[in-house]
């Protein structure tokens, strides 16, 4: 009988290096792809990224490749990851929203433009190594679980792929710690055991968002205006409304002799209401673009647990439909900061239901 076919996303980090790795020793046929997604930016800057679209991400690889005896390619995805992620990533911050890159990047460039292409060289499955595990409900559905590690948790970020996308996928590392990963890493004598983790977003090395924006939006960018409070009243200046997001405390440069948070983001009047601690508590919020997974309607209000950050721990709330493509949220205890243009998640037992994006509290 054939061996069933793998790609494996291969970022030349610990963890999908462990996944090849591990998939090999179950009996795959593994193949190892390098998503080439980096644009035009300075080669220094990017390689001192690293991370899954550092040019040194494809050389690490390779070296994990050729010791696990597997072939390894690396494929251009650079446009699907412009029009996709990067382009998506501007717009909604103009639009004063605070975007989930790596959500967009998962469902329309890691399975969406991989899995296609993985399908049409004859593979069974692609996987990668996220933190999280693949299980059937009882209805027969596919859905995201829970990864044994809490603190390594990436199901937040996987809450938008189709069931198509998870039939055809391997997530083997959910079953482990970060630590465990480590230690096979080093005991198969890989030579990524203990590279760092990348962090943040992988196409902005500096981190410096507001900065990227401006250079990828030049002559579209929101200009200064004014911060006010919720009834209107202006306090100050602020420098566009691309530098703040909602809960934000730090860099309003506001003497206000007390510390004041962003609770709302107006593109249309150009201002950034600011208010009191309390007042970045909300115990609503609606949602839309959604995805169901682990339930395939939401015919009647249902109870869940939400997270509506990829930090969030979670809290219990009751979801309800409420017109087409249209979730409400309510929460049994308020939430800090509820953010449009981040994904709310819906999950029970570990499973994840669905998610949508929060469109206002």
């Given at each position: 009988m054939d061996r069933k076919k793998v790609v494996v996303g291969m970022s030349g980090?610990?963890?999908?290096?462990?996944?090849?790795?591990?998939?090999?020793?179950?009996?795959?046929?593994?193949?190892?792809?390098?998503?080439q997604i980096w644009q035009d930016e300075e080669r220094e800057a990017v390689e001192e990224n690293g991370?899954?679209?550092?040019?040194?991400?494809?050389?690490?690889?390779?070296?994990?490749?050729?010791?696990?005896?597997?072939?390894?390619?690396?494929?251009?995805?650079?446009?699907?990851?412009?029009?996709?992620?990067?382009?998506?990533?501007?717009?909604?911050?103009?639009?004063?929203?605070?975007?989930?890159?790596?959500?967009?990047c998962n469902r329309y460039v890691k399975w969406g433009s991989l899995l296609a292409r993985s399908l049409e060289i004859g593979a069974d499955y692609i996987a990668?190594?996220?933190?999280?595990?693949?299980?059937?409900?009882?209805?027969?559905?596919?859905?995201?679980?829970?990864s044994v590690t809490a603190k390594k948790d990436q199901t937040y970020a996987l809450y938008d792929l189709t069931q198509e996308q998870l039939a055809h996928t391997l997530m083997p590392v959910g079953e482990y710690t970060k630590e465990e990963i480590r230690a096979i890493a080093e005991k198969a004598g890989l030579p990524v055991a203990h590279k760092p983790d990348s962090q943040e977003i992988c196409f902005i090395p500096d981190h410096d968002y507001a900065g990227y924006i401006e250079r990828a939006a030049a002559g579209r960018v929101p200009p200064?205006?004014?911060?006010?409070?919720?009834?209107g009243r202006t306090l100050g200046r602020h420098r566009g409304i691309i530098h703040y997001t909602v809960g934000q405390r730090k860099g309003l440069e506001l003497a206000m002799g007390r510390p004041v948070f962003v609770t709302e983001i107006r593109p249309d009047t150009n201002e950034v209401v600011i208010g009191e601690a309390e007042e970045v508590f909300g115990d609503t919020l609606i949602c839309d673009h959604i995805n169901y997974m682990g339930m395939a309607e939401l015919p009647s209000p249902r109870e869940v647990t939400a997270k509506i950050r990829y930090a969030h721990a979670g809290e219990r709330c009751t979801i309800e439909k409420i017109a087409e493509d249209r979730i409400k949220c309510t929460f049994h205890r308020p939430v800090r900061a509820v953010t449009p243009g981040q994904a709310v998640v819906f999950y029970e037992d570990g499973c994840v239901l669905g998610g949508g994006v929060i469109r206002r509290p």
């Open positions: 980090g610990v963890d999908s290096s462990v996944a090849a790795y591990l998939l090999k020793e179950q009996g795959y046929d593994v193949i190892g792809v390098t998503m991370g899954c679209c550092g040019l040194s991400a494809a050389d690490d690889a390779g070296r994990v490749a050729q010791m696990l005896d597997i072939p390894h390619y690396v494929m251009n995805f650079k446009d699907e990851f412009k029009s996709r992620v990067i382009d998506y990533f501007v717009e909604e911050y103009l639009a004063g929203r605070t975007p989930n890159p790596c959500i967009a990668t190594g996220h933190y999280a595990r693949i299980t059937r409900t009882a209805a027969g559905r596919y859905a995201i679980k829970n200064a205006g004014n911060f006010v409070t919720k009834d």
